[in-house]
């Protein structure tokens, strides 16, 4: 039995340590503006909901972040899609989401377009208030929540930012989205789950703007790591080997935490055409399903335990194409599931 609040509803006993599923997943559960997100997920009837639901259903995790759902003001969206997971058999009673720095208005002209209000303006790209934010889903008790999201790109130690103007720089935030410490208490002890989902590092000028902010949102989380167990997860939008960006960013954070290098068979079998043929790195460690003209198939998804934590088991949910899970897989997002077993609570 992996779920562990049967395991805790055994007071009288002692605990146990027992395997502890932690995932992150972007889902692309969003959509062209505000509101639209909560509409699909109530009709019932949209594909793409459903394919998510059935690919988090398999994957069965007790702790799931999800990167790229849109966020609202009430939780509502995050709160019905709650509800249709537990008509589904997944209950996450315990749930987590706050307002991203994606889509959220600045009032300056931050992307320099000589206009002010666009996408580019916003703390991070997005149209409209709560655009592909992070939301935890838990059936664990959340809190407290340390949220870094509001902290100056200028303020990080050693960032690598680019010369900006003085009225940008000085509003200007590091997370994209956001950068939470979220601890959740399982069997009486705490997990500190380091969570963020960072801008793609692409789309930018030769002063490679958001090469740079991409690489600073990974080596945040070098001055910022508990003394206490943690898991590092989320969208890093970043791959060890290809693609682009500063690959060591997502080598410093490999190289402190415990690499499970979870594979797929359906990433290990997919078309090594295109892109993916220059690519150096293990294709069956790649999470997303990319555009072989493009960027080709790339390791972005990662959790990450770490050192001293006993993993019992990883994988990435990307069946071959011949499994019954495949259609679902692929309807889902272009992201695959990543998860990682732990063997919990850890030896004292």
Not at 270 to 282: F, I, K, L
Not at 295 to 306: E, F
Not at 310 to 336: D, F, M, N, Y
């Amino acid at each position: 039995m992996r779920r562990l609040a049967a395991v805790a509803a055994l007071a009288a006993l002692p605990a146990t340590a027992e395997p502890l599923r932690i995932a992150t997943f972007s889902p692309a559960l969003t959509r062209d503006g505000p509101g639209l997100l909560l509409r699909d997920i109530e009709s019932g009837k949209d594909r793409q909901v459903a394919a998510v639901v059935e690919v988090i259903k398999a994957a069965d995790a007790d702790i799931l972040l999800l990167t790229g759902f849109d966020w609202d003001h009430d939780n509502a969206a995050l709160t019905a899609f709650a509800r249709t997971l537990a008509d589904a058999g997944v209950e996450y009673p315990h749930l987590h989401a706050t307002r991203p720095n994606r889509g959220m208005a600045t009032g300056i002209d931050l992307d320099g377009d000589g206009r002010r209000g666009g996408p580019g303006d916003a703390q991070g790209f997005g149209s409209f208030t709560g655009e592909k934010a992070m939301a935890l889903l838990s059936r664990h008790p959340i809190g407290p929540v340390t949220d870094h999201s509001a902290l100056l790109w200028r303020d990080l130690p050693g960032h690598v930012m680019p010369p900006l103007p003085d009225e940008v720089a000085e509003v200007q935030r590091l997370s994209s989205a956001a950068h939470w410490d979220a601890v959740v208490t399982v069997l009486d002890r705490p997990l500190h789950l380091l969570a963020w989902y960072a801008t793609p590092p692409a789309f930018d000028g030769p002063e490679g703007r958001n090469r740079r902010r991409n690489h600073d949102e990974a080596v945040f989380w070098l001055q910022h790591l508990p003394d206490a167990p943690f898991v590092l997860l989320g969208n890093a939008n970043l791959d060890p080997h290809d693609g682009d960006g500063w690959h060591q960013a997502i080598h410093a954070l490999l190289e402190i935490t415990q690499d499970t290098r979870p594979a797929s068979n359906g990433a290990r079998l997919a078309p090594q055409d295109g892109s993916n043929a220059s690519h150096r790195g293990d294709p069956a460690l790649d999470t997303t399903d990319w555009p072989a003209d493009r960027t080709g198939n790339l390791r972005v998804d990662y959790v990450l335990p770490a050192r001293g934590l006993k993993v019992l088991g990883t994988g990435t949910i990307w069946p071959e194409p011949s499994a019954p899970l495949a259609e679902a897989v692929a309807a889902a997002s272009r992201h695959r599931l990543v998860w990682v077993d732990l063997n919990w609570p850890p030896a004292r």
